[in-house]
């Protein structure tokens, strides 16, 4: 990193890029109060968002930002791999060690030191599509749509919904890990063990007849409802397209969703959200959310300026007049570019000096009907779970190939494709 003795530059990752117009007009007003509060500190953005498969040849080129963002499931092997700077005493010193909740701190943890700064938390919910449920008749006289409460109400919901408006029921992502994570929500709710440690070894157990009758479920939603998209190769972008585009009613997600609306023009009142549908062992929701790291290369002043960087975006542990302010600015440009205000997902939080203000902020913004996410919100009999603890991602792939081949061939045998499945990822993951 280029810098003089006057200058701290640090570059940000995840910059929005020209086509996220609200998010990269914020990012603009950031950098601005930045320049006002600390001039000496310089911003560089960087547009290229956290990528697995192309993290490595960051580090290797020496491209890594000084603040970058990954998620949760990744925190592990980072900070074992060494690519994350140790932040404990700047947690301490800027508060954060005792404002977050600790068993978000400890996805971030390793041997008492702190390496990341954890951004947003979600839990997974059942997206709705408003247009396709009342033309399937399943919206209430008061305007809420019928949920549909265990899987058993899903399919039927799904199967309705193709039978009287000829669109997908219902939509999964089925490729880039993304389909093994969203079946983790099917699998845990069917009282599926994916893996376990005895003396230090992990084992893989997922080869159980709960795993097969949850990817049974999968596989029923095509050939026994008829109630996914003829596509079977879905990505995260063509999974929001289908359901935004009124081509399926249902997906799992968590608020706001802002693609949907952005991207494809959905609008924010065509938008509800409920809990997970109960399984037979319950309502598993998976957990997810964000991190700040910094580089390990950076300087104690890049590192401090980071957190002066995050407390300028609102992450700071007291919501100081200068902070709210940034914060009313925010909802209200959201407000004005037709986005979601109004249902937040899950706090990162354990106490935080002036949160009471932020929310009163997100009241005066509000701009959807507070009953199409009552139930989301609420969280009743829902079981937050995190992301599993070993080669999470690798898991997903894993089982993105058993998601295609139940969806692809009629004739598929969960059973069989989980054995292979349980016996490659331990071979080639746990082993």
């Known amino acids: 990193m280029v810098q003089n003795s006057n200058v701290i530059e640090i570059s940000i990752g995840n910059w929005p890029s020209d086509t ?37 040849t960051k580090v290797n080129s020496g491209q890594l930002p000084t603040l970058f963002v990954t998620y949760f499931t990744e925190a592990s092997k980072i900070i074992n791999d060494g690519y994350a700077l140790d932040i404990t005493d700047l947690m301490s010193k800027y508060g954060y060690k005792t404002a977050i909740k600790q068993d978000i701190l400890n996805m971030v943890s390793s041997n008492g030191r702190i390496y990341g700064l954890p951004t947003y938390a979600y839990a997974m919910g059942l997206m709705i599509n408003m247009n396709l ?21 899903l399919a039927d919901a799904a199967a309705t919904i193709k039978a009287k408006t000829g ?3 219902f939509v999964m992502p089925t490729m880039n890990n993304c389909g093994g994570w969203h079946f983790m929500n099917f699998a845990w709710s069917y009282g599926t063990e994916f893996m376990k440690q005895e003396n230090g070894r992990w084992t893989a157990t997922f080869d159980s007849q709960e795993c ?46 802002d693609n949907l609306i952005s991207n494809y023009g959905m609008s924010k009142d065509d938008i509800a959200i409920g809990c997970i549908p109960e399984g037979p062992k319950g309502k598993y ?25 995050m407390d300028i975006i609102g992450l700071s542990v007291e ?42 902020i997100i009241e005066k913004y509000r701009n959807v009907n507070k009953n199409l996410f009552q139930e989301y919100t609420a969280f009743n009999n829902v079981t ?37 499945a349980n016996a490659d990822f331990q071979k080639n993951y746990l082993d």
């Open 20 to 56: 996220e117009e609200a998010n990269l007009e914020q990012h603009n007003k950031w950098v601005e109060l930045m320049k006002e509060k600390y001039p000496n500190i310089k911003i560089v953005p960087d547009v290229g968002a956290y990528d697995v498969q192309t993290f490595l």
């Open 133 to 153: 449920f009342e033309r399937a008749g399943l919206v209430r006289e008061d305007g809420t749509p019928k949920i549909p409460q265990t899987f058993d109400e």
């Open 167 to 169: 669109k997908a029921g």
């Open 212 to 257: 097969i009758n949850a990817l049974q479920f999968v596989k029923d939603l095509k050939w026994k409802y008829n109630a996914l998209p003829e596509n079977t190769f879905v990505d995260l972008a063509e999974m929001q397209r289908t359901f935004a585009t009124d081509e399926a009613a249902m997906f799992f997600s968590s608020p706001p969703c």
């Open 285 to 309: 929701a998976l957990m997810g959310g964000g991190i700040n790291m910094i580089s390990p290369d950076a300087t104690p002043e890049q590192a401090d300026a980071c957190f002066k960087w």
């Open 319 to 360: 919501l100081t007049d200068e902070a709210l302010k940034s914060q009313e600015e925010f909802y209200k440009l959201r407000a004005d570019k037709g986005l979601i205000v109004g249902a937040e997902g899950l706090s990162i939080w354990e106490n935080r000096v002036g949160e009471e203000k932020r929310t009163a």
């Open 384 to 420: 937050i779970k995190p992301e599993e603890p070993v080669a999470c991602q690798q898991l997903y792939k894993v089982l993105d190939s058993c998601i295609q081949e139940v969806l692809n061939n009629k004739n598929a045998d969960p059973a069989m494709l989980l054995k292979k």
